[in-house]
């Protein structure tokens, strides 16, 4: 159990469009995911915990007008990368718990972005 | 905010032997403590986790002790093989107004000599 699905697992995109990354929970139900990002040989950097109905919360640093979330389910948030740039490339991954604080974390397989 | 710091950053040892891995964390009042295995280029996946209660637990070739007191934790694997080869981070729970979030040590890059 507690299987968490991402996609796309990578994807190519031009300098300036914007890219969905969908996370999904597949069976168990997510009040709370988060996302991550991560960098070559790096830790995950925690960009914001998407909340099932309300408002994402975002890191310091990160912007919320550029990383937009949207969980419209208890079994789905959606990243979206608005206007990449170069700089935007990266290794980004979502995970679900079951909304315990001490449960643990389930990862999907991660997205890496690369924008030309 | 919160902090978690993870030593050492690589770590190579000989196949058989044990290797220990490192972490403090900030918060006083995190009370979970999992530990991460991530394999190049695919997603964490949890080895072993400890909670507030408890000072040490074993799995096998894998212990976690936790030392609330000092607020640090340690990644014990005995009798090491090549495939313990990866990326481990260590990770700690945080909770504000009812929220909560993970946050996650630098990684430790373990190297099993054969």
């Known amino acids: 159990g507690a299987v968490v699905s991402q996609h796309p697992s990578w994807v190519i995109c031009k300098s300036g469009t914007s890219v969905k990354i969908e996370c999904r929970s597949l069976d168990f139900q997510a009040t709370t995911m988060f996302w991550y990002r991560q960098f070559p040989k790096q830790s995950l950097m925690l960009m914001a915990t998407s909340n099932e109905g309300s408002k994402a919360t975002y890191e310091q640093g990160v912007e919320k007008d550029k990383f937009l979330i949207n969980h419209a389910s208890l079994t789905l948030s959606t990243l979206t990368v608005t206007s990449a740039h170069p700089e935007d490339s990266s290794f980004y991954i979502c995970?679900?718990?079951?909304?315990?604080?001490?449960?643990?974390?389930?990862f999907g397989n991660g997205t890496r972005l690369t924008v030309t | 905010g919160e902090n978690v710091e993870q030593h050492p950053s690589t770590l190579s040892v000989q196949e058989g032997d044990s290797a220990v891995i490192k972490c403090t964390y900030s918060?006083?009042?995190?009370?979970?403590f999992p530990w991460y295995k991530q394999e190049l280029g695919k997603r964490p996946q949890l080895i072993i986790d400890?909670?507030?209660?408890?000072g040490e637990k074993k799995d096998q070739r894998i212990a976690v002790t936790l030392n609330k007191t000092a607020k640090h934790f340690s990644l014990h694997i005995t009798e090491t093989q090549p495939e313990d080869s990866a990326v481990y981070f260590c990770a700690a729970t945080s909770s504000t107004s009812g929220t909560y979030k993970y946050i996650f040590g630098t990684g430790t890059r373990l190297k099993v000599l054969a």
């Open positions: 400890i909670r507030s209660n408890v």
């Open positions: 995970s679900a718990g079951r909304d315990r604080y001490n449960s643990p974390l389930h």
């Open positions: 918060d006083s009042a995190s009370n979970y």
